[in-house]
């Protein structure tokens, strides 16, 4: 946001309050803000203006109000965005996650170690990793180990999230 954008979302705050946001007190109030937001995004001006409707009063500190707004902001667009976002990033099939298959294996030594192999269903894995498919792996002594049992879980999870 840029110092006439701030300015506008800055007279529109204190017009709430029935203000002039342009007093001269004010104006210092102002440029103390302008480092502060610098880096806010421009389209969430209108959402941080309808978080100040709800104050009672104008916030003393300015700045860490837009900051708060701001911030609400960012985490409601993450929120709506993820799902979709998942659902294109995510590869592999359901046997894998993005493309590869965990699976341990005990050493002479009795420590487990858990590898990474290309999904040998799907194919998606990256070519350094050996491609294996899970009863490939069962029958060469691995246990599977995934993360997550499967890409499912996630899904849910992120969902439950949230709630
Ligand atoms: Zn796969």
Not at 14 to 25: L, T
Not at 66 to 93: H, I, M
Request: glycine share 10%; hydrophobic share 30%.
């Amino acid at each position: 946001m840029n110092e006439q954008q701030f300015l506008g979302l800055w007279k529109n705050i204190h017009a709430i309050f029935g203000m002039d946001g342009m007093g001269s007190n004010r104006l210092e109030a102002f440029n103390s803000c302008l480092d502060r937001v610098s880096h806010i995004a421009p389209e969430a001006g209108d959402f941080i203006l309808e978080r100040f409707r709800d104050f009672d009063r104008l916030p003393l500190n300015m700045g860490k109000a837009v900051q708060d707004a701001y911030d609400l902001w960012r985490s409601r667009q993450k929120r709506n965005r993820q799902p979709t976002e998942n659902l294109f990033k995510r590869k592999g099939c359901e046997r894998c996650i993005d493309g590869y298959i965990y699976a341990s294996r005990t050493s002479g030594g009795g420590y487990e170690y858990v590898y990474p192999f290309g999904c040998g269903h799907c194919g998606q894995g990256n070519d350094s990793f050996p491609e294996m498919t899970r009863e490939q792996l069962s029958r060469a002594g691995y246990v599977i180990r995934m993360p997550l049992e499967s890409p499912e879980v996630c899904e849910i999870e992120t969902s439950c999230r949230e709630y």
